[in-house]
């Protein structure tokens, strides 16, 4: 069973800053996209950012200015700097990650981390 590891989450004060990280396992062939979502109480999951094999980077315009994915593709490892931190960014975070396991996979199937609480309050 292929599982991303998430840590960093917390609880934060409004204006504040976290650093979440993921980690996909070593042993696979090759990592393409790697996003962030989360999933606001209530509400359904969206899309935070996503980033490319390349470093080509996607957000979502309420994040925007505001959050910085990045990803070391040696580690196999995403992250997401979130800083000036509000309320409404509480949310369940999940790390998304296409994945080839082995070389003879040709198409990359998602998958997915067990989720980082983030609440942002004073």
């Known amino acids: 069973q292929v599982q991303l590891v998430e840590s960093g989450g917390g609880l934060v004060q409004p204006g504040g800053s976290l650093r979440l990280s993921c980690l996909a396992p070593r042993s696979i062939f090759s990592i393409s996209t790697m996003a962030w979502y989360r999933q606001p109480p209530g509400k359904e999951r969206e899309l935070v950012a996503s980033?490319?094999?390349?470093?080509?980077?996607n957000y979502a315009d309420s994040v925007k200015g505001r959050f910085t994915i990045s990803r070391d593709n040696p580690e196999n490892t995403v992250y997401l700097q979130m800083n000036s931190l509000k309320p409404e960014d509480t949310a369940v975070y999940f790390c998304n990650a296409a994945l080839r396991l082995v070389p003879s996979v040709l198409r990359p199937r998602e998958y997915w981390g067990q989720g980082t609480q983030v609440t942002v309050s004073s």
């Open positions: 980033i490319t094999l390349n470093g080509g980077t």
